[in-house]
Nanobody, 115 residues
Framework: QVQLVESGGGLVQPGGSLRLSCAASGFTFSSFVMSWYRQALGKEREWVATVISSGRSTTYADSVKGRFTISRDNAKNTVYLQMNSLKPEDSGVYYC????????WGQGTQVTVSS
């Protein structure tokens, strides 16, 4: 069955970095656009970044542009989100999704940015 498993979340101080991973199985990963979304407590889920199937093109929400980098390794069926210069407003549950529009979702990993 289809699985998307996020990892790498945690507690980090403002200005710090985290690298999230999302391991995929059960579908042809290399054929799917992959995205990251996040949801802060009490807020709606928002789109963060997208990478096309080849990995050669990426897009970002304005709020993370220049700080976050999405990438993928099709040999490992994994998509990553490198997050630098983290701010408290980056806190939330981060989800990866497959497809455009999103067809499959992971369970999420918590990111907390706090001093």
């Amino acid at each position: 069955q289809v699985q998307l498993v996020e990892s790498g979340g945690g507690l980090v101080q403002p200005g710090g970095s985290l690298r999230l991973s999302c391991a995929a199985s059960g579908f042809t990963f290399s054929s799917f656009v992959m995205s990251w979304y996040r949801q802060a407590l009490g807020k709606e889920r928002e789109w963060v970044a997208t990478v096309i199937s080849s990995g050669r093109s990426t897009t970002y929400a304005d709020s993370v542009k220049g700080r976050f980098t999405i990438s993928r390794d099709n040999a490992k069926n994994t998509v990553y989100l490198q997050m630098n210069s983290l701010k408290p407003e980056d806190s939330g549950v981060y989800y990866c999704s497959a497809g455009l529009p999103s067809r499959y979702w992971g369970q999420g990993t918590q990111v907390t940015v706090s001093s």
